[in-house]
């Protein structure tokens, strides 16, 4: 009986071994483009839910020529054309994580570019009102978004230094080309409690990220954020 119970023994544990021998280890899962961004963002220090998710969520290379689109999930600005950029994910993020919007939050930009920033903040669930001066780019961006199904941002080529009055208050203003200081009709269309993220300082030069928040008693408080450097700001 001694000798049987043995035997049983061996022939179970050969069984585990030839099973153990022949499990197959599930391949690695490679993370996507997208979602590799959205981690180096953390570790950057974005941590606004909404925001990241967003990022997450827009095509950054349907953005982009062709020509850079091996690029596009890179942290970096890349040429868009005509001398003008799409900014570095992670300035998108801070911008947007600083302007601190809400679903049905109306937003005023300046500098519609590729439309990258625009379908960010659409993605949060804000109605985008986004002004671009190079008629050109304006038209491309606008392409884009609507084959893109971004219905919530209205687009115009106009001149980003007055703003778009017959649409205002705005409960955001985000500027994305750099005037040498604030242009005040922007801060005259910014709501009670809104915000404005713009950077500000010289053509050519190191400028300023600026926070701005509108009190309830009309007057504005300003937070330096971090030294950027952004295309200038041209009236039309």
């Keep these: 009986m001694a000798t049987a119970a043995l035997l049983t023994a061996v022939v179970l544990t050969a069984g585990l071994a030839c099973a153990e021998a022949v499990t197959v280890q599930e391949p690695a ?4 483009p997208h979602e590799l961004l959205v981690r180096h963002l953390e570790r950057q220090g974005i941590e606004d839910a909404r925001v990241l998710e967003a990022m997450r ?12 689109r091996a ?19 992670y300035i998108v993020a801070l ?19 590729s439309g990258y920033q625009a379908a960010v903040l659409a993605e949060i669930g804000c ?3 986004t002004i671009e001066i190079l008629a050109e780019l304006g038209a491309r961006a606008a392409k884009t978004l609507e ?7 209205h687009t115009r080529v106009g001149d980003g230094y007055q703003g778009w009055p017959e649409e205002a208050p705005f409960d955001g203003v985000i500027v994305t080309a750099a005037p040498e200081s604030i242009p005040e009709a922007l801060v005259r269309q910014l709501a009670i409690g809104g915000r ?3 950077p500000v300082g010289p053509t050519g030069g190191v400028q300023e990220l ?7 008693d009309g007057n504005i408080d300003e937070q330096a954020v971090i030294p950027v450097r952004f295309v200038p700001m041209v009236p039309r």
């Design 210 to 216: 600026l926070l701005l928040r509108k009190l309830e």
């Design 196 to 198: 404005m993220v713009i």
């Design 127 to 129: 109605e985008v009102f």
């Design 95 to 113: 911008m947007t994580e600083l302007l601190a919007c809400a679903p049905g939050d109306r937003v005023l930009e300046i500098g519609t570019g």
């Design 29 to 32: 899962v490679t993370e996507s």
């Design 71 to 89: 690029y596009a999930y890179e942290d970096r600005p890349l040429p868009i054309g005509l001398q003008q950029t799409i900014s570095q994910p």
């Design 147 to 153: 084959r893109l199904g971004y219905d919530g941002i």
């Design 57 to 68: 969520a827009v095509p950054r290379h349907e953005f982009v020529p062709e020509s850079v």
